[in-house]
């Protein structure tokens, strides 16, 4: 840390290295320093890894290089974006893509070592890419040079919002994504989208004690926790409609909010998060690992059920929910998301970036009326198997009803294939294996 903080001179000709993956305490001495240096590129917390890569660049001779490794996330997630777009002013001469496992202790990451060339002319060719073809856990997905190559293409990093790229875009996916959008409007202009939060934790576990009298919301929050016989220590009322203060043992409330444990949260940070989640919405998780066979799934939940930071909470003015429901969770728009996003840090904005087809009223109401009966006839499914389960019953009488949920969930997912205009080839393309759960052991044995 000592040396990124030295005077950054052009007496390199090849730097290479690991950037630290470690971040400026608050009470470190040097954090003035560091912010002063470094503020072009800060994003909330000051990481070693930027400023190392910072420093780096400025320290190279004129034709000089700096190759440094990095998750591949470095290139999806939304947080580096000043960062990104000070390496990328740079020439990038080559991404090498290792294997999934190459480090132990992140066994479903994608490491990267790229190369970046001074002086600051800005890439006018493709990079060279290094790499093997890699199978991943995803049947019928591998990662060809080819495509990983196309995804490498500079123009890219810098084309897409926050740089949200994948390197799994080859050339097929590519063209059915430019047909989708062609037919489609992103998630993120019908529907606002946010993280949930730890509510569960500070329900279950009644972690929750209210300000002192004389403190005003608008003062500072204080850290740390009162004595259990502190006369500050409420034990009664419900902490989710409090009109004080909330404390959450969750290390943080949000991707937004970095609040540790044992923190004061004012009222004016967590009563946005309780009112986005007093309301109708959908509720939903996409899962990260590659080997699931559904990536995304949800609900539409009533208000007042309130959902930990594991979902994406979907508020929607002028969309039926259900008419989102159908979408998202149909085939198509899953195999597109597995596909296009096999190993990623999930968030609300990634989320945003699914396509919605654009259509008319009625078949929008025709879609959420299905979406409804799929979900009554799913529970009903559940609820039966659970009673033949308890009961000691055969499952005979549940044929026609697992009949009937397949054919609807399959002509809902036809439905969407056609108005994002594909055709049986590429949603054959989308198509997840289904290889668990109850729809997909219906549809193995041909039920």
């Known amino acids: 840390a000592d040396t990124l903080l030295e005077p950054a001179e052009p007496r390199y000709d090849a730097i290479l290295g690991n950037p630290p993956w470690e971040k400026i305490a608050r009470h470190d001495p040097r954090r003035a320093a560091f912010e002063s240096a470094y503020a072009e590129v800060r994003e909330g917390e000051i990481n070693l890894h930027a400023l190392f890569l910072v420093w780096s660049l400025r ?50 990451t994608l490491p990267a070592v790229i190369t970046i060339r001074r002086p600051g002319a800005r890439a006018s060719s493709q990079p060279r890419v290094a790499g093997e073809a890699q199978e991943l856990a995803v049947e019928s997905i591998r990662v060809s040079a080819p ?5 490498c293409d500079a123009g890219i990093w810098r084309s897409r919002p926050f740089c949200q790229m994948s390197v799994f875009d080859d050339a097929r996916l590519a063209a059915i994504d430019a047909k989708m959008r062609k037919r489609s ?8 989208a946010s993280d949930g939060i730890y509510t569960s934790t500070a329900r279950a576990n009644a972690i929750w004690i209210h300000s002192r009298p004389q403190a005003r919301e608008s003062s500072a929050p204080e850290v740390g ?31 937004d909010l970095a609040v540790h444990r044992g923190a004061w949260i004012p009222e004016t940070l967590w009563r946005l998060h309780v009112e986005a989640q007093e309301c109708p919405r959908l509720a939903l998780h996409a899962a990260r690992h590659p080997a699931l066979s559904r990536r995304l799934v949800g609900a539409v939940v009533p208000p007042g059920l309130f959902t930990s930071n594991r979902f994406i909470n979907v508020r929607s003015d002028s969309e039926d929910l259900w008419f ?16 296009r996003f096999p190993v990623a840090d999930i968030d609300a904005f990634m989320l945003a970036q699914l396509p919605v087809p654009a259509t008319a009223a009625p078949v929008k109401a025709a879609l959420a009326a299905a979406a409804r009966l799929r979900a009554a006839l799913r529970r009903g499914v559940f609820y039966a198997l659970l009673a033949c389960a308890d009961l000691r019953l055969p499952c005979i009488g549940l044929t026609s009803l697992i009949e009937t949920l397949v054919r609807l969930e399959a002509s809902i997912d036809d439905e969407v294939a056609d108005l994002l205009g594909l055709d049986a080839e590429d949603a054959a393309f989308l198509a997840v294996p289904a290889r668990s759960g109850l729809v997909g052991s219906a549809r193995r044995s041909g039920v």
């Open 225 to 255: 926790r009162p004595d259990a016989d502190s006369s500050d220590s409420v034990p009664a009322g419900d902490p989710l409609r409090s009109s004080r203060r909330i404390l959450l043992s969750g290390t943080e409330v949000s991707r």
């Open 59 to 108: 320290s190279l001779k004129p034709g000089g290089r700096l190759t440094f490794i990095t998750p591949n996330t470095w290139l999806l997630n939304r947080w580096d974006a000043k960062l990104r777009a000070f390496v990328l002013a740079y020439e990038v001469e080559e991404v090498a893509l290792l294997a999934a496992g190459t480090f132990p202790d992140t066994p479903i």
């Open 324 to 339: 989102l429901t159908a979408v998202l969770l149909s085939r198509p728009i899953d195999g597109y998301f597995a596909r």
């Open 185 to 192: 409007v992103p998630l993120g202009s019908l529907a606002r």
């Open 147 to 151: 495509g990983i190559e196309s995804a």
